[in-house]
């Protein structure tokens, strides 16, 4: 029997089938067994490939970290530090909010994978560029990464249900709008998001202005 032109696994495939099964059912949902049924091969066939299932959720993890923008930290961007952080949040954030499952996994740092290894790069280089001292540069890039995950493991707003009688006066005297949360959690959250950021960047700009003098702009 002649083989196949192409190779019934790759990494790539694979990774796309995890990540699917992540986005879908969560992590626990990544077996051997169910990522080679989706695949249509054996289960040893994916030890060609990835050792582990905690490897291929490393690879799952990094094709999300790929998709962050990082354009406004090279040096031709004439961005300044704090614009630069503005945008590389939210981009950042923007992918997390396709696959918030992943979410768990990249919190444990970046590790061994390439593209988490270079968001981390990138962000430590443009502020030291900036003229952070390296141990406050490494802070700044752990402040903005718990921030910005914790923002994407879940909806605030989304938290509250959208039944008034949920929210009786007499035991929660302040929730009493609380039922129009549900509703408006695009709304609520993504104000919430810029909100924490604007505060975040205007707190790391008086900083940055006692430490060097220059005041950043807005």
Same mark, same amino acid.
């Given at each position: 029997?002649?083989?196949?032109?192409?190779?019934?696994?790759?990494?790539?495939?694979?990774?796309? %089938?995890?990540?699917?099964?992540?986005?879908?059912?969560?992590?626990?949902? &990544? =077996?051997?067994?169910?990522?080679?049924?989706?695949?249509? &091969? =054996?289960?040893?066939?994916?030890?060609?490939?990835?050792?582990?299932?905690?490897?291929i959720?490393?690879?799952?993890?990094?094709?999300? /970290?790929?998709?962050?923008?990082?354009s406004?930290?090279?040096?031709?961007?004439?961005?300044?530090?704090?614009?630069?952080? +503005?945008?590389? @949040?939210?981009? #950042?954030?923007?992918?997390l /909010?396709?696959?918030?499952?992943?979410v768990? &996994?990249? %919190?444990?740092?970046?590790?061994?994978?390439?593209?988490?290894?270079?968001?981390?790069? @990138?962000?430590?280089? @443009?502020?030291?560029?900036? $003229?952070?001292?390296? *141990?406050?540069?490494?802070?700044i890039?752990?402040?903005?990464?718990?921030?910005?995950?914790? =923002? *994407?493991?879940g909806?605030?707003?989304?938290?509250?249900v959208?039944?008034?009688?949920? #929210?009786?006066p007499?035991? #929660?005297?302040?929730?009493?709008?609380? +039922?129009?949360?549900a509703?408006?959690? +695009?709304? &609520?959250?993504? $104000? @919430?998001?810029?909100?924490?950021?604007?505060?975040?960047?205007?707190?790391? *700009?008086?900083? +940055?202005? *006692?430490?060097?003098?220059?005041?950043?702009?807005?």
């Amino acid at each position: 029997m002649a083989r196949p032109r192409k190779p019934l696994l790759s990494r790539d495939r694979i990774v796309e %089938a995890a990540g699917a099964l992540v986005d879908a059912e969560g992590l626990g949902a &990544v =077996s051997t067994r169910r990522l080679a049924a989706a695949l249509g &091969v =054996s289960g040893p066939s994916l030890y060609n490939h990835f050792r582990t299932k905690d490897e291929i959720l490393d690879a799952v993890a990094d094709a999300v /970290s790929a998709r962050v923008d990082l354009s406004m930290f090279e040096p031709g961007a004439g961005r300044d530090w704090r614009g630069a952080l +503005h945008d590389w @949040a939210h981009s #950042y954030r923007d992918a997390l /909010s396709d696959h918030p499952n992943i979410v768990p &996994v990249l %919190a444990r740092g970046p590790g061994r994978r390439p593209a988490g290894l270079r968001v981390a790069d @990138a962000v430590f280089g @443009a502020m030291t560029e900036a $003229g952070w001292p390296p *141990a406050q540069a490494t802070r700044i890039g752990a402040l903005m990464r718990y921030f910005i995950l914790g =923002s *994407a493991v879940g909806s605030f707003a989304g938290g509250f249900v959208d039944d008034e009688a949920a #929210y009786d006066p007499s035991d #929660y005297p302040h929730l009493g709008q609380a +039922h129009l949360l549900a509703e408006r959690r +695009h709304e &609520v959250d993504e $104000g @919430a998001f810029e909100t924490g950021l604007a505060a975040l960047l205007d707190g790391l *700009a008086l900083q +940055h202005e *006692a430490l060097t003098g220059r005041v950043t702009g807005g």
